[in-house]
Every structure is written in structure tokens, then in C-alpha cells.
């Protein structure tokens, strides 16, 4: 800990004597100088001055009791990077799996959407239940009536959305990316991450029987950090496994080639969507080898599609319900809850399936 204590006389910096940086009156300065002894006297015992929770200042004009602030919680990187190492050692080998070769080969998109594990809804107060078992039962239960609807098709290929917001703070104080506060949360933020890591990992093992699987990470507004670490998480976790590839990077917008077809993907919450086709247009390689070009948003949980000149875009359904917020403000809708996957072909998009809820 870095020292500034022989710098500072405060007893030449008295407010009163015309110093106006400090601002201080003699007794405050005087605090100063016993709050600072506190740290003598850790030193003096042994003991290291960052671990000093509170104390008392006690001289002869008062006794004060004082606390120190909060550290810092741990760096996020550093964080993620001890538990990837860790991941490491543990990774499952999967075995390969023979596929058949298709002439008439599909890619499927599946994008269980805005799932907000941790979000807790109850129905006395905004009418509907959500909860991290509702989260996990609708997501299971829509990836594979999604994977049932879409047996006619031959699909050699599953992009995986894995979606921002798939939980619903980003630290243990319980606010969003931003620092929004949600009132509402289903357990801890250590829940909310075992339980995203473990659904993740059963959807994509449930993807492989089927197909190939890549998976796109969207960063979202909710989880933009911990997301990252989820998605992060996932791709260790499967790194032995030659079927599974991932596009994990920060950058907004994430973009796939398949034949004639360019999928993409954001969140949405710092766009303007009418910004799109110019954006995708200058910054995508693959614009000028594909035909039929696709953009599909999250964040605002219902249903918006436009066509634009050179690129479709489209906004996914959510499973999540709303809480007390969205309830009073009038978002929310008994027939926009859903999970939606699509089928392309070399001719562009062929079939879309949904689960509805």
C-alpha cells in the first residue's frame, strides 16, 4: 500500500487559513491525522492495514466510530481466467459421432432468447410466475419441441444462440451491466451462473445428436460480464469435442456464412435498427458472397420483422416473463413467450418453428 502520509500536513491546510483545496477546519484535520495512527497501529501489531474493517477514533473533543470502505470485488479477468484454467483439467472427451452426408443439407438456428435466469416474477404481483426452474423447464422443453419440428429436414448444421441476457445481473450486488438494480432475483449470482453453465452445456449436448453445433454469443445489457465468463466457460468445457466450435469474442455483432446464406446476430440494446444493413453492409466480408442475408435481434422480447434493401432483420422471442417493472409499465403480452428456431437452405430461409409457451 502506497504511503502518502509524510506528504500531507494538514495542520498548514486549515480552511481557515485561505487554503481552498482542502477545505479543512483544525478538528477535521486532526481526525485525519488519528484515522490515519489507526494504520500506524496496524503496522505497529503486525497486522495488514487493508484488512481494517472499522475502529474507533477517540480523542479529547470526540469519539468516533468509523468503517472502512468496501474493497473492491475481484477483477472479473482475473476471475475468469483461475476458473478456465480450472476447467481445463476436467474438460469432457466426447466420443465422435458418425453423420450422414447430406445432398440436401439444412442448417438449423436455434435461439432460446432473453432467458434471465435469476429473475424472479410472482403472480400476486405482476400476474405471471418465472423463476430459475420455469427459466431451465422452458428452455429444455423449447429447444427440443424445436428439434421435434424440424425432423423433416435434413440438417447437417445447428448454429446455437447463445443469447445476452441468459442471466439477469451481472455481480452480486444484483444490478445489470450498467448498474440498473433488479429487485427481483431468484438466489444468489453463483446460482445464477452454475445453473446457466449446466443448462448450456445439456442443450448443446442435446444439439449434437443432431447435427454439428456452432455456437454465437451475443453480449447482452443484463449480463454483458458474466455472460462473456458463461460463454468463456463453454468453450473449455467442450474443447476436445471436434463438433462444437464457438464464437465467444465481445464484438456486438456476429455474423455466419452457410452456402448462399449470411445469419447474424446482436442484442440490440445500443442500435438503431434501421442502422443495420449500412453497418452489416461495411463491416461483414461475407456480404458480397451471400445472397439472402438475415439479422436477428434480441433485448425487447417480442416480435418485430422488416425487410430492409439487402438484409431481413428480425427481433426473437423471449421465455421470460414480466416482472413487476415491465407489468405496471405495459410490456408484456400472454402470447409472446416463446422459443423460434429456422431452417435454411441454399435458397435462404425455408421454415421457421416455434414453441410457444
Request: net charge neutral; charged share 25%.
Amino acid at each position: 500500500m502506497k504511503d502518502f502520509r509524510n506528504n500531507k500536513k494538514h495542520q498548514k491546510r486549515f480552511k481557515d487559513t485561505g487554503n481552498p483545496r482542502y477545505r479543512l477546519t483544525e478538528t477535521e484535520a486532526e481526525i485525519i491525522r488519528d484515522y490515519r495512527r489507526a494504520i500506524d497501529e496496524c503496522e505497529n501489531e503486525g497486522l495488514d492495514p487493508e484488512t481494517l474493517h472499522s475502529g474507533w477514533i477517540k480523542n479529547k473533543k470526540a469519539s468516533l466510530y468509523f468503517r472502512m470502505p468496501k474493497p473492491l470485488e475481484k477483477d472479473f479477468k482475473k476471475l475468469s481466467k483461475e476458473l478456465l484454467e480450472e476447467i481445463k483439467e476436467y474438460s469432457p472427451k466426447y466420443p465422435t459421432i458418425e453423420r450422414e452426408k447430406y445432398k440436401d443439407g439444412h442448417l438449423l438456428f436455434m435461439c432460446p432468447s432473453d432467458l434471465h435466469i435469476g429473475k424472479l416474477c410472482k403472480s400476486f404481483a405482476s400476474g405471471e410466475e418465472y423463476n430459475n426452474q420455469i427459466a431451465v423447464t422452458r428452455a429444455l422443453e423449447g429447444v427440443k419441441g424445436c428439434l421435434t419440428k424440424s425432423q423433416g429436414f435434413n440438417v447437417e448444421k445447428t448454429i446455437l444462440l447463445l443469447s445476452g441476457d441468459l442471466l439477469h445481473v451481472d455481480n452480486f450486488d444484483n444490478t445489470t451491466s450498467r448498474g440498473t438494480k433488479q429487485n427481483e432475483t431468484d438466489g444468489l449470482l453463483s446460482d445464477h451462473f452454475q445453473i446457466a453453465k449446466r443448462l448450456m452445456v445439456e442443450i448443446i449436448e442435446t444439439l449434437l445428436q443432431v447435427s454439428t453445433v456452432h455456437v454465437m454469443f451475443t453480449p447482452g445489457n443484463h449480463d454483458n460480464t458474466v455472460g462473456w465468463m458463461v460463454a468463456e466457460l463453454l468453450a473449455v468445457w467442450f474443447r476436445h469435442n471436434k463438433d462444437v466450435t464457438f464464437d465467444v469474442s465481445l464484438q456486438m455483432r456476429k455474423y455466419y456464412k452457410y452456402k448462399n446464406n449470411l445469419i447474424s446476430s446482436c442484442h440490440g440494446h445500443k442500435i438503431k435498427l434501421d442502422l443495420l444493413p449500412m453497418i452489416v453492409a461495411d463491416e461483414c466480408e461475407h456480404w458480397s458472397s451471400s445472397k439472402y442475408r438475415y439479422m436477428f435481434t434480441q433485448h425487447i422480447h417480442h416480435k418485430i420483422s422488416k425487410q430492409y434493401p439487402g438484409l431481413w432483420v428480425e427481433s426473437l422471442m423471449s421465455t421470460s416473463e414480466a416482472d413487476i417493472w415491465h407489468a405496471t409499465s405495459g410490456y408484456q403480452s400472454s402470447n409472446n413467450k416463446a422459443i423460434e428456431a429456422f431452417l435454411f437452405s441454399e435458397y435462404g430461409q425455408v421454415a421457421r418453428v416455434t414453441h410457444l409457451f
